[in-house]
């Protein structure tokens, strides 16, 4: 007879029915306690699953390796599983429901065969909080249970709340022979259902994060008024005390990670500034009865980028990873520690690389490219608790309050440092339209802009249009919007180098953001929203000169209209779905444009 831990009936029939499918040898229950986490800890080592790393030097550390072809999300492989395919939209894959269910069960049957079935309840934000959402993943890695424990909130404390409300995202996933033949990441939004079979990298198979925190997520918050985005959330505390906080939006490599938990420059630390980090990639807004808008990260830990984390860079996140952090596919070092390109210190004089072979500086393959140490999309796993900076509003049922949203990319022209929508509707209009040039390291032509509405292209799990609208609608809903900022911390000058030095400099332009929110600064109209003036931005300590600030801010007609086309074309993939409001705010831009200067 099979122990079960809960008296939730709608759990024990769930685990029944995915045991009987994937056939376990036994089934543990995650409880979230220390001894149990130890244990497994130990088994994962045991295994060969996890490598112990140097106890002194990493306490509580682990180094994990993927299989060579699974070391990131595959998009390709990732459906969107609706009755209608225009519910998914063309900004998703999309498969039947039926078909998806069939297809992934001819995997998923007798997959945990002689393994172990993990059953992990977790919860997405404070356990019993109104903002957060209830899960349960089924597994049989070992990985996956011990990155669950380190970015949710694991265990009996979640079955507890389950017998109060059996409303739970179904979610099972099995590495089964981590075939890519035979990989699918299958989201069901409208059976509160995630499927995932054939991976063992955590974007795949970390089931709470990008799956449900944003992809089912976003469905359930347009249907019950409220917002998924991914974001990070800080804080800027003022020397009196008072604080105020910021959500932003960046597409990969726009350094939103190192935003979150800067250090303030020291041209400004005479002002006394401190900075509360309360996540760095995801935000579940709500508003409240005062009509403003606050935020929940439903995280509990960083699950972050290595290659390029360094002390100038980020220096809590070297802090943060020193302990209980689990490293994925990065180099490991003689002395039993780890490594990747960007690193601080010397380039170490050998190792084992991410593939587990050994490795030296520059180092070629056979076709003459430099074999990295790291994969570029190497992994930590860290509690957020770890971070010297970690806000003391983490476990708030409430949230913080937003008194900005940002959206951000990676362009070398068009887009100035930083402007200011004109209002709510023309902020959805600037965070639809936002996007990133692509560098060497993407595929695609360098250059070319890759629009990444809102940061959420890959993540949002519904038709991209109805998402619009459902922004626009929310914007009707709150008596206090927050303004809406865009920031482009890599425009560049003719020789291709960047005009605005950014990381620690950015909190400049943070706190104009913040002094308009409270009426402290005016602003220069522009066609494209309100700019800076010069005078108002702190430069203490970073004497730039007048001609590289006149260009950081500069509007350029010819520029714009250019951009235009671009805009225009990814409209048109939404076709009739596409809000009339973003329509009307494209035309209004244009006229402006036209009749800007020269």
Known sequence: MEYFPTTNKKLIDWVNRASRLCCPERIVWIDGSEEQRLALEKEAVASGEMVRLNKEKLPGCFLHRTAHDDVSRTEHLTFICTKRKRDAGPNNNWMLPARAYKKAKAIFKGAMSSRTMYVIPFSMGPVGSSFSKTGVEITDSLYVVLNMLIMTRCGSAVLRQLEKNDNFTKCLHSKAQLDINKRLILHFPEDNTIWSVGSGYGG???????????????????????????????????????????????????????????????????????????????????????????AINPETGFFGVAPGTNSKSNPNMVETIRRDTIYTNVLLKPDNTVWWEGADGEVPANGID???????????????????GAHPNARFTSPIANCPSASFRLDQHHGVPISAIVFGGRREHVAPLIYE????????????????????????KIGQVRRDPMAMLPFCGYNMADYFRHWLNMGKLMAKPPKIFHVNWFRTDEHGRFLWPG????????????????????????????LPYPFDIDMTGLPLPSATME??????KAEWLEEMKGICKFFRDFKMDMPRELWDEYGALLERLKKYGK
Request: proline fraction near 4%; charged fraction near 20%.
């Open 354 to 372: 991410w593939k587990g072979n050994p490795w030296k500086p520059n180092i070629k393959d056979a076709q003459g490219n430099i074999i990295k």
């Open 503 to 530: 990381f620690c400099e950015n909190l400049r332009i943070l706190e104009w953001i913040l002094d308009r929110c409270n009426n402290k600064v005016n602003a220069m109209e522009t066609p494209i929203g309100y």
């Open 204 to 294: 795949n198979v970390l089931l709470g994060k990008k799956c449900l925190s944003l992809r089912i997520a976003s469905y359930a918050a347009k249907k019950e008024k409220w917002m998924a985005e991914h974001m990070l959330i800080l804080g800027i505390e003022e020397p009196n005390g008072h604080i105020e906080y910021i959500a932003a939006a960046f597409p990969s490599a726009c350094g939103k990670t190192n935003l979150a938990m800067m250090v303030p420059p020291q041209g400004l630390k005479r002002k006394g500034y401190r900075i509360w980090t309360v996540g760095d990639d995801i935000s579940w807004m709500r508003v409240d009865s005062d009509g403003s808008l606050w």
């Open 551 to 556: 260009k950081l801010f500069k509007v350029e």
């Open 421 to 444: 929508s004109f209002n709510w509707q023309h902020g959805v209009f600037v965070g639809a339209t936002m996007g990133s040039e692509l560098t060497a390291a993407q595929v695609g």
